[in-house]
């Protein structure tokens, strides 16, 4: 089963880091999200991916061309020409890079990729989000519903603290980081029929999350995965030191590979 990855996005918040180069090669600990949400899935067996290109595609190309020597024990000997590879550190991976447009909206892109996927069953998810999701789990679960799509629901944490008083206005509760209003939103993680390609018209103004997804709901083809586990966007400079933090404090919640 391919897996989709939009990241072909400006990350206008996320300015400080995408001036440069496009959200998903924004590194966490030294490697791009974009690698952490591969090896989640390539710890579930799941290692051919589509990579939805767009804002500054060159700099994804670049970095998957280059992997090789990038992650490898190399010598160079410029007197004779030649290189030794000592030690190869190496991704069981098949990485199709589609470039999808500079301007193109979510659903755009997912089109463009309809003749890559075939009519296979498919996953997709966003270029910016890690989870500690299970992911045999899910298309266990979408299997079962048979549903042309099953989104990963989440329930992210507030960002600010909150507060219980009393009449007195003592504190009685103090939470930091509570887990929010208790709405469900979209985590992405998204498990897909190949019969959403229907749904999406053509054009390069179509999102994703708008017109097509709507339309499953309405046709009751759409359907939620609840995940209660970590999950995290990374939207700003803020969450990027939380992810930075967590990764390199040997924490991260969404790294099952290194527990191997």
């Known amino acids: 089963m391919k897996v989709l990855i939009l990241a072909g996005g400006l ?70 020409n030649t290189v030794e590879v000592h030690k190869t550190r190496n991704e069981p991976w098949k990485v199709t890079m589609l470039y999808t447009g500079k301007n193109a909206m979510t659903g755009a892109r997912i089109k463009k990729a309809a ?20 992911i045999k789990n899910l298309v266990k679960y979408h299997n079962e519903r ?34 929010g209003d208790g709405a469900w939103i979209n985590g992405g993680f998204f498990v897909c029929e190949p019969e959403l390609f229907d749904y999406i ?3 390069d103004d179509v999102v994703f999350e708008k017109g097509p997804l709507e339309n499953l709901a309405c046709s ?23 992810l930075t933090q967590k990764w390199e404090s040997g924490c991260a919640p969404w790294a099952k590979w290194l527990g191997e």
């Open 11 to 80: 990350g206008t918040r996320l300015s400080e880091e995408t001036d440069l180069k496009p959200k998903p090669m924004v590194e966490i600990g030294g490697k791009p999200i974009l690698w952490h949400i591969m090896k989640i899935y390539s710890y579930y067996g799941f290692n051919d991916f589509v990579v939805l290109t767009g804002y500054k595609s060159h700099v994804i190309k670049e970095y998957f061309i280059n992997y090789y020597n990038r992650y490898s024990d190399i010598t160079v000997d410029m007197a004779n």
């Open 115 to 134: 003749n890559y996927v075939g009519r296979e069953p498919f996953m997709l998810t966003y270029g910016d989000g890690v989870a500690d999701i299970n």
């Open 201 to 203: 018209p053509d054009g």
């Open 146 to 179: 048979g549903k042309i799509v099953t989104l990963t629901a989440v329930q992210p944490s507030g960002r600010f603290g909150a507060l219980d008083l009393n009449k007195d206005n003592d504190v009685m509760l103090f939470n930091e980081k509570p887990q």
């Open 220 to 242: 009751n083809q759409l359907c939620a995965y609840k995940h209660n586990g970590y999950w995290k966007a990374m939207d700003t400079l803020r969450d990027k030191i939380e």
